[in-house]
């Protein structure tokens, strides 16, 4: 073999090698993952319903990062993920749409919906609206006071419904609690088919919680009373 060529093979193997070391000590090199944007559960999706408000959808899913300047009534919740460990690129986009009223009335994107999305928000729960309406029917003042006792100080809180559907329990927990409302429930464990009462907040007095009451209302679409809270 010439000189030349064995110049040749050893610079080719000398390049490899270095370009095998690069490769090895670039693995060895700490990358980060990069998240971008919203990320958004499947769980969360599942509690959207056609008729929310612009706030309900907020404390579901967040502020969106892609809001169009120029159709206000579109919403764009984008998440990129990027891999630090292959560089891989995970995107997942969900898109909300309202009407003039700033009502839901569409969702498309890379998220399955739930069974229940298209039927009205305020048509889910008419068992609990109608206990709310006749339990106010029967108060005298905007409170209500129930004879329950107590070990310690009396205990108040706001009732916002009662009723057997476990659904719709579910969804008023989740919503108050997004909206950062601390959430009880009477009884805490219910049997298939018993009427349960959802709480929301609760105070050592009901003047405490007056000013909630329309703040509640509002975001759950009834009628809350104050009363005291019944033992767990």
């Known amino acids: 073999m010439s000189l030349l060529r064995m110049l040749k093979a050893a610079f080719i193997a000398l390049s490899l090698l270095t370009l095998s070391g690069c490769s090895y000590f670039s693995n060895l090199v700490y990358k980060i993952d990069i998240p971008q944007g919203n990320y958004i559960d499947e769980r969360q999706v599942e509690k959207l319903r056609v008729g929310m408000n612009k706030d ?3 404390f579901v899913l967040g502020t969106p990062m892609a809001n169009n300047a ?3 009534n579109t919403w764009s919740y984008v998440y990129r993920f990027k891999s630090g460990r292959d560089g891989s690129v995970i995107e997942r986009r969900l898109v909300a749409k309202f009407d003039d009223t700033d009502h839901l009335t569409e969702v498309t994107g890379d998220y399955e919906l739930h069974e229940n999305f298209h ?6 729960i008419p068992e609990f609206q109608q206990g709310v309406e006749a339990a106010a029917e029967t108060a005298t003042t905007e ?9 310690g100080p009396e205990v108040w809180a706001i009732k916002v419904g009662e009723f057997g559907n476990p659904q719709n329990v579910k969804r008023l927990q989740f ?5 950062g409302y601390e959430v009880n429930l009477r009884p805490v464990e219910a049997e298939p088919g018993e009427v349960v009462s959802v709480f929301a907040e ?7 919680l007056e000013e909630k009451l329309e703040v509640i209302a509002d975001l759950t679409k009834t009628k809350p009373i104050i009363v005291k809270l019944p033992p767990a």
Do not use: G, M, R, Y
């Not at 609760?202 to 405490?208: N, R, V």
């Open 56 to 58: 309900q959808v907020l």
């Open 70 to 72: 120029f159709d206000p």
């Open 119 to 124: 039927i009205p928000v305020e048509e889910d």
């Open 143 to 151: 409170t209500v006071d129930e004879p329950v006792k107590h070990n």
């Open 175 to 179: 919503q108050l609690e997004q909206a």
């Open 202 to 208: 609760i105070a050592h007095s009901k003047e405490a």
